[in-house]
């Protein structure tokens, strides 16, 4: 049974009144969607409040579900349109904004550049990843929403872009365009970083 046979099962059970059913699906994406909320969102305490917001509406929503997409491609459309609401609430209150800046900053999360170091590597090494990591974070937070949305689907949910396509709403040439000028800016923001390591590539 494929994963969207078993997730149309499981929503057909939650219709019925299973409860039980619809914990299963949140067990199955929680972290999908808190993984995806963290790239529009810095704040680790938000993501959650998020998360768990995003899941709350799903749940409401789902005798409305017809089964016409993917569920997780419903799912992602919620979680995305319950975070941009987040952001708009936190850009009418700069105290929260302001909170959250700071926990980005903090607690800026660790790519697996930084996480996959085998233990021969020296500590220049270990600071050069560390640098790359961060500027392909930085370069990712830069880029405008739509862009930031394709590269983020295809490369760290690794889907496909007739997926992306779907759940982003717009044309496969669309997707493909969005995800070419995101791959464009970030080489343009590491390019000056890996130009300086003689011999070194990334």
């Not at 059913?21 to 704040?43: H, P």
């Amino acid at each position: 049974m494929s994963d969207a046979d078993a997730d149309a099962l499981l929503v057909e059970r939650v219709k019925r009144g299973d409860v039980r059913a619809f914990e299963m699906l949140v067990v199955k994406y929680q972290r999908r969607v808190e993984r995806l909320i963290g790239r529009m969102v810095r704040d680790v305490d938000l993501v959650q409040d998020i998360a768990q917001e995003t899941f709350i509406r799903a749940y409401r929503a789902l005798p409305q579900f017809r089964g016409e997409s993917a569920f997780y491609t419903w799912l992602y459309r919620i979680a995305v349109n319950t975070a941009k609401k987040a952001l708009m609430d936190m850009k009418r209150d700069p105290l929260v904004l302001e909170s959250s800046r700071h926990q980005g900053e903090e607690g800026e999360e660790t790519s697996r550049a930084e996480n996959e170091l085998s233990d021969g590597e020296t500590p220049e090494a270990l600071m050069a990843s560390k640098e790359v990591a961060a500027a392909v974070n930085a370069a990712i937070q830069a880029l405008s929403e739509d862009l930031r949305q394709a590269i983020t689907l295809r490369e760290i949910e690794g889907l496909s872009y007739e997926e992306i396509a779907e759940m982003m709403n717009c044309p496969i040439g669309t997707v493909r365009s969005r995800i070419f000028r995101a791959r464009e800016a970030i080489a343009t923001r590491l390019r000056p970083l890996l130009d300086t390591r003689d011999g070194e590539r990334w």
